[in-house]
């Protein structure tokens, strides 16, 4: 009897001490930022970030969870709003966003952009494509690329669509993928073993007007077997509803808040997709919509969002346990390994491969690259365009280059790296054709101009077919083409002072190279 009565109250214990940490709990922290709905709500390192929405969109608010303060991060380019904010790489990402506030027809953004929370830097990336543009999607990362599903073309309009499409950052490749077995707007999009999964949602401005029909299904995409599929009809979330947050915790997917016509929703259901159930859980404290969770530590956090009678809300609530975990926000070293690369060549390379590596070291953030271009020779390529791409946290990006003419005396090039918008890296490309490896080209000492410096005219101890002059930087300059005996005048009183290189071709079909000083 005394044995059964101690196992009744360690149970009854557990059961109390689950119920509780499984709860809602208001937090009472300093309310000193933006109500806002439709918004962004992610954690960037040590920090939540918050920012878009309805209400001041372009304010980013951030918290410290460890001082319990709110502060200002800034402010975004644009007015997000209707979007599901991503970290990766240490950046928070907009991808799938409206870009203002005009409702009913609120435009979709152009372009992807990211926000570095360790020097609070808004940065543009690539233009996405024109028909792919949509607002009030879900974007969730695997595989270290981007999947970005349904969404919106025109606001509340009517513009609900089915698209899938991935885009990778390490190369920029936009993909348009098979499209979702529905359309939907108004829904968050989380993966779960190697799935994603698509869960509540609405068409806005369908049949029923703005709010409605909305969407029971859940539809899941395998990226392992790259197709769609949707559960089970018996399987669709319980209580119908858009503009919800959904997260995974504790194995089993979140569904939180939302509104359907008529309701404002403090529901909070989850579904297990190894039992393939749902379940409900502990209301929220609050109800409210057009907002997004944080999971951190070992509980669920939410702020803001719309509440009854359209009030907006701060009254922020953590689910579980208030022990969010993260590491401080560093923003990283973008280098290349030299700034000045030297080389030499020989006349019957014909080209010449050039390596430039780039590293991103000592942080926590990526880095974008906007453009990578050549300036001040035409004779170097890129084998191929680095534009558009992030450098991850830890990584590299090989820049391959070739120089195609290796028979001027020096060839030089800028190797320009514009990153994270508006910063550069200049690399000085330095090639110099190497006589002394050259089979063709004599020694210098072997051919003598005179008078040398000089002032007009010069000549050649020997009888030539070709004399081609280049500047210091291989640019040809002037070229005399024909039968030169020895003495001839060449004459070059045109050219600047400075110091020219002349490549010489004697009659016997040898070729010479030796420096020429004007005055």
């Known amino acids: 009897m005394k044995r059964s009565l101690i196992l009744f109250t360690a149970l ?40 878009g929405g309805r209400e001041s969109p372009q304010v980013l608010d951030v918290y410290d969870y460890t001082t319990d303060t709110w502060s200002n991060g800034g402010m975004a380019p644009i007015e997000f709003n209707h979007f599901q904010a991503i970290i990766y790489e240490g950046l928070v990402w907009v991808i799938g966003s409206f870009k203002d506030n005009d409702f009913p027809i609120e435009e979709p953004a152009d372009y992807i952009y990211m926000y570095n929370p360790a020097n609070e830097q808004w940065i543009q990336g690539m233009e996405i494509p024109a028909s ?11 595989n270290n690329k981007f999947y970005l599903v349904a969404g919106n073309t025109i606001g509340h309009d009517g513009g609900y669509v089915s698209y899938f499409d991935e885009f990778d950052p390490a190369t920029g490749v936009w993909t348009q993928l098979t499209n979702a077995p529905r359309t939907r707007d108004h829904f968050h999009a989380v993966t779960f073993n190697d799935k994603l999964y698509a869960i509540g949602g609405r068409l806005s401005g369908g049949t029923g007007g703005v709010f409605e029909p909305l969407v029971p299904e859940v539809d899941v995409y395998d990226f392992t077997t790259e197709m769609w599929s949707t559960l089970d009809a018996s399987k669709n979330i319980p209580t119908t509803r858009a503009g919800l947050a959904v997260v995974v915790f504790d194995d089993e997917i979140y569904a939180i808040g939302g509104e359907s016509p008529g309701s404002l929703h403090d529901d909070v259901e989850a579904y297990d997709p190894v039992l393939n159930s749902w379940s409900t859980k502990n209301s929220l404290n609050y109800a409210r919509h057009g907002i997004q969770a944080i999971v951190s530590g070992d509980g669920i956090h939410i702020t803001c969002g719309s509440h009854y009678s359209g009030e907006i809300i701060r009254n922020y609530e953590y689910y579980g346990t208030d022990n969010p975990q993260g590491s401080p926000n ?8 030299e700034t000045t690369k030297s080389f030499t060549y020989t006349e019957l390379e014909g080209s010449v491969p050039v390596q430039v590596n780039l590293s991103n070291s000592l942080g926590t953030t990526g880095t974008y690259i906007d453009m990578i271009e050549l300036t001040g020779s035409t004779d170097y390529t890129l084998v191929q365009s680095y534009d558009n791409r992030l450098v991850g946290v830890g990584g590299n990006l090989m820049v391959n280059i070739t120089l195609n003419d290796t028979t001027k005396p020096t060839n030089n090039a800028t190797l320009v790296i514009t990153y994270n918008n508006s910063s550069t890296i200049n690399v000085l490309l330095e090639g110099t054709l190497d006589t002394g490896l050259s089979t063709e080209t004599e020694n210098l000492n ?28 291989g640019k040809l300059i002037k070229e005399f083409n ?37 005055h």
Not at 330 to 337: C, G, L
């Open 482 to 518: 024909g039968n030169f005996t020895r003495n001839y005048l060449f004459n070059i009183s045109n050219l600047p002072r400075g110091i020219y290189f002349t490549k010489i071709k004697d009659e016997n079909g040898r070729h010479f190279i030796t420096k020429l000083v004007k």
């Open 132 to 142: 792919r543009k949509r607002g009030s999607a879900g974007l969730v990362v695997y």
């Open 12 to 51: 009854l214990f557990f059961y109390s001490y689950n119920v509780f940490s499984q709860s809602w709990t208001e937090k009472s922290e300093d309310e000193t930022y933006t109500a806002r709905h439709e918004f962004g709500f992610v954690q960037a390192g040590d920090k939540f970030i918050l920012f």
């Open 446 to 473: 072997h051919i003598k101009l005179y008078p040398n410096p000089v002032k007009n005219s010069f000549s050649v101890y020997k009888n030539i077919t070709d004399l081609t002059i280049y500047d210091i930087t």
């Open 330 to 337: 560093v923003n990283s070293t973008f280098e290349a390994d």
